[in-house]
């Protein structure tokens, strides 16, 4: 009894194997991180910010009791994350729907 074996060879190219992506698609990735880094980035600065909104509104002569304004600049940034969590929320949930 014979055995007659075929062996059958497959030539891959290493390019063959990577996607190409359009210029579309590169752009498209590029403004999402920019986009990421940019709200990462302004995290941090956030509460200096609307400390000093406060500050500039409540008190335009310069004195006054810090603790009092730090405790209505906490309120106003906790105010104001809630929000946007808020909207976030609304936001994502109607984007769910869409898709």
């Known amino acids: ?3 007659n074996a075929t062996i059958y060879t497959i030539h891959i190219h290493h390019t063959d194997m990577m996607p190409t992506m359009s210029s579309e698609v590169v752009v498209t990735y590029l403004n999402i991180v920019l986009y990421a880094l ?3 980035l302004q995290r941090p600065v956030e509460p200096f910010l609307v400390r000093s ?5 409540s008190n335009p002569s310069g004195g006054g009791d810090n603790n009092e304004e ?3 600049a906490n309120r106003t940034y906790g105010r104001l994350t809630s929000f946007f969590s808020l909207i976030q929320t ?3 949930s ?3 729907t869409l898709l």
Do not use: A, N, P, W
């Open 94 to 96: 109607l984007v769910g």
């Open 53 to 57: 909104l406060i500050h500039d509104q």
């Open 90 to 92: 609304v936001g994502f």
């Open 70 to 72: 730090e405790s209505t």
């Open 38 to 40: 940019s709200y990462q």
């Open 1 to 3: 009894k014979s055995h």
